[in-house]
């Protein structure tokens, strides 16, 4: 039986050597570069990878099936991070990147994640095209016999332009000036030489961990959550650190530690932000966040007078609004964010950086500038679940997300919006949102209040709505 090759939120996913193999990753490299042809003559992609076991094998698989279609390959000569790829379609003006990575997922997996000729992860639309080639090709029982053509296959750098380019966004004088101890983490990813690089070209000290390879990640996720940042925390408070920064797998997550070590959330830290630039810099615009993300970003929106605007659950749908210049800044509470004039794609590189420079600029700890900001707009507390299902009850708990919901225990709602999954708001604005993975039997619960006391009530609330199903 083939195996279905299924793109999500970003990119397609699989656990290696079971459905991520050669073969799968030659036939979906077939669909996309036949996608391509069919709307460039003489197009030229670019093929990354992250850090992961065989991730440049696999890359050099992606530039030789990709040159028997006489298409042009620039393949990266080491491990690089999303959003370089992103940034170096555009600057090139290139016809889309292929990048093997599995971002922020477990070992076990990598990914195929393509971008289009506008650098921003590709569409629905899209990969709904290259789903239907692959099934095509799989029906034809196809198998990758053509020649490649080594000749149009050119190895590049591309991290020293990319990071040229962030120097110009963000205010590295002002961090280097402030004197702050900074922690990096690079969780064993591709953000390693990129993060740390910069910091050090621009006279900024820092404490680097994990900057090694390891297909392991050292046993741990590398996702930069607060349960996967310990040896970080560690280091901070042995060293008097005042922040500690961290990215993920493949560099387009972002992850922050506050002096002591304490995690601030990545929905704190894009609301903060959004508050940042605009008095910093100046800016104005829109403000884009995802329906799962917190609704700081709209008291602060509304607290500057910035249109808001919400998108389904994925990045790319925020990318479509920073290729507009609508937005001043977009956001998702899965730790992406992007800014005006920059790549309508995740980069937890900038992310870090602008963190980092706000810090300086204000002199205040994070929690502190939480707690201010909370005083001008009032406290929000947002957290999320991921709640794991028997397969047995995954589609009773389908048809209950379907399904009108009028209460939610003892609640009255007083809005129902479906833009991904189910959102009920509720009368004092207070929520909770339900969305069921597409590739896995998990559904991510996510609950919003304007106390701690009342967000603790909603996610056990959430959980047995959720099991009881």
Not at 29 to 36: K, P, S
Not at 249 to 261: I, T
Not at 304 to 319: N, Q
Not at 369 to 391: C, E, K, T
Request: proline share 4%; charged share 25%.
């Amino acid at each position: 039986m083939s195996t279905r090759i299924k793109f999500g939120t970003s990119g397609w996913r699989a656990i290696i050597a079971d459905e991520f193999t050669y073969a799968n990753v030659r036939l979906a490299t077939e669909a996309i570069g036949a996608w391509v042809r069919r709307r460039s003559p003489s197009p030229a992609l670019l093929v990354g990878y992250d850090t992961r076991f065989a991730s440049e094998h696999f890359g050099r698989e992606v530039a030789r099936v990709l040159s028997s279609q006489n298409i042009r390959v620039k393949l990266c000569s080491q491990a690089v991070p999303t959003p370089a790829v992103s940034w170096t379609v555009i600057a090139q003006k290139l016809d889309g990147a292929i990048n093997i990575t599995a971002s922020h997922n477990p070992g076990e997996y990598n990914g195929l994640k393509f971008s289009t000729s506008d650098g921003a992860p590709a569409l629905p639309e899209v990969t709904s095209e290259i789903e239907r080639e692959i099934e095509l090709l799989q029906a034809s029982n196809w198998v990758f016999t053509a020649k490649p053509h080594d000749e149009l296959i050119e190895s590049v750098d591309i991290g020293t332009p990319y990071l040229r380019d962030l120097a110009t966004k963000v205010d590295l004088k002002k961090i280097r000036a402030a004197n702050l101890s900074i922690g990096y983490d690079a969780l064993h990813g591709s953000g390693a030489g990129y993060l740390d690089r910069i910091l050090q070209e621009s006279g900024i000290p820092a404490m680097v961990l994990h900057t090694n390879r390891d297909v392991y990640f050292g046993g741990h996720h590398p996702e930069p959550a607060d349960e996967q940042l310990g040896e970080l925390r560690l280091v901070m408070k042995k060293n008097w650190l005042k922040l500690g920064l961290a990215t993920d797998g493949d560099a387009d997550r972002f992850g922050v530690l506050d002096e002591g070590g304490e995690f601030i959330y990545p929905n704190e830290l894009i609301a903060l932000l959004v508050d940042y630039l605009v008095e910093s810099r100046g800016w104005t615009g829109g403000v884009a966040r995802t329906v799962a993300t917190t609704h700081l970003v709209d008291r602060v929106a509304k607290l500057h007078s910035l249109e808001l605007l919400e998108t389904p659950v994925g990045f790319k749908y925020i990318g479509e609004y920073i290729k507009d210049g609508r937005i001043l800044l977009g956001g998702e509470e899965s730790a992406g964010l992007s800014i005006q004039g920059h790549i309508p794609e995740k980069d937890g590189i900038l992310a870090n950086l602008l963190i980092a420079e706000m810090a300086a600029s204000r002199g205040k700890s994070l929690k502190n500038q939480l707690i201010g900001l909370f005083s001008r707009v009032g406290a929000v507390y947002n957290r999320r679940l991921n709640i794991r299902l028997d397969p047995a009850i995954s589609e009773l708990v389908r048809r209950k997300i379907a399904a009108d919901v009028h209460e939610f225990h003892g609640r009255r709602v007083v809005e129902q919006n479906r833009v991904d999954g189910l959102k009920l708001i509720f009368e004092d604005g207070s929520w909770v949102l339900m969305r069921p993975s597409g590739t896995e039997p998990v559904v991510r619960f996510y609950a919003e209040s304007t106390s701690t006391a009342d967000l603790e009530k909603l996610l056990e609330y959430g959980r047995q709505w959720i099991t009881e199903a």
